[in-house]
């Protein structure tokens, strides 16, 4: 079994802060990448920002210069820095990492659980 806890969200300001966490548990053999996307009502899930197991990153074109993804991969944690937050940045944040489990062969996608983020204008 593999365990995704996100913590952080809640509302904010517009051109304030957050921080997101996820961290990983369980059977876990090896961790490729490691992201966050996110689902605003109405819309489809996009990818916010996404690392590599070699620390290559990738944004979207809405928040880069304002997100910074990081990882610790001695604690199998995602983070997610949110600085100059905007209204449309309003959505529900999913981590997912993509890791092989000592379970069973193959990798897989692993979600969190989802956490709101508002940000108010």
């Known amino acids: 079994q593999v365990q995704l806890v996100e913590s952080g969200g809640g509302l904010v300001q517009a051109e304030g802060s957050l921080r997101l966490s996820c961290a990983a548990s369980?059977?876990?053999?090896?961790?490729?990448?490691m992201g966050w996307y996110r689902q605003a009502p109405g819309k489809q899930r996009e990818l916010v920002a996404v690392?590599?197991?070699?620390?290559?990153?990738n944004y979207a074109d809405s928040v880069k210069g304002r997100f910074t993804i990081s990882r610790d991969n001695a604690k199998n944690t995602v983070a997610l820095q949110m600085n100059s937050l905007k209204p449309e940045d309003t959505a529900v944040y999913y981590c997912?990492?993509?890791?092989?489990?000592?379970?069973?062969?193959?990798?897989?996608?692993?979600w969190g659980q989802g956490t709101q983020v508002t940000v108010s204008s």
């Open positions: 690392m590599t197991s070699v620390g290559r990153t």
């Open positions: 369980g059977s876990i053999f090896s961790i490729n990448s």
């Open positions: 997912n990492i993509k890791l092989r489990s000592t379970n069973m062969p193959g990798e897989y996608d692993y």
